[in-house]
């Protein structure tokens, strides 16, 4: 039997390196993909909560849905936001995204 | 050990490893196929915590679309992949202690709580956990209202998306 603290454990690791990712990478693209790492480390550990305390309640689920469709409306908006950037400058380092109106 | 445990302890060191990989590979195509190994990972640990409606959309949903949509802007900002300076901050290191201290955090703070070594209590018999999900989406008792504001939000977004990236004709430069 697994006890709860392994899935907890094994989340809050996923979740720094995403954090990792999101504040040491230069491209934007990859701090997304950080991102990407820290909500699904949440989903695991929601749904490990409604597993571990009762499953015959929903809400840890349902929780874990809506992170699913907000992960993707998230994604969508971000990776246009990078490609209309990338059209206009060229670039998708994030240190050279750095004036508000061109 | 039984072999759930091996199971877990497998599918955790795999993931750790492609989780590390993503955060510090060179090769942008190489991190979001490492973000796959990943996604796919999770998806194996909700098969074992029994829910597999969740495994089934991780795959649909994160791997099926998200992580081809990540490999479609890497492919569409491609000038960067031939870059070959640094791909991490020069205070890359601050980040590091700042992940670090974010673990040793959450870790000293599941330490304090009663419930971390709880095993898992009996899955009902005949509880069928992907029809509880169905009915608490749209039951008025339960989720139906953040459903409906989840599918709005979804729509706005995949309108401001189109929006944002297309590309006007004459343009172009």
Partial sequence: ??????????????????????????????ILLGVELMMNAVNINLVSFWRYLDPTRMDGQVFAVIVFAVAAAEVAVGLALVISVYRRRKTVIADEIDLMKW | MTAEQILFLVTAAVMLVAAVSVVTTRNLIHAALWLIVTLFGAAVLFAMLRAGFMAVIQVV?????IAILFIFAVMLTRRELRDRGPQLNPGWWLAAILALLMFSGLVLVLGGWQGLWAAAPAY?????????????????????????????????ALIGAVYIAFQRKGKEE
Avoid: T
């Fill in chain 2, 124 to 156: 009902p018999s005949e509880f069928d956990s992907v029809q509880a999900l169905g009915q608490a989406l749209v039951s008025p008792e339960a989720f139906v209202l953040p459903f409906e504001v989840a599918s709005v939000l979804l729509l706005a």
């Fill in chain 1, 1 to 30: 039997m697994i006890p709860l603290s392994w899935y907890l454990i094994l989340s809050a690791a996923l979740f720094s390196i995403g954090l990792f990712g999101v504040l040491a990478r230069k491209n934007a693209i990859a």
């Fill in chain 2, 61 to 65: 949903v994160y791997i099926g679309a």
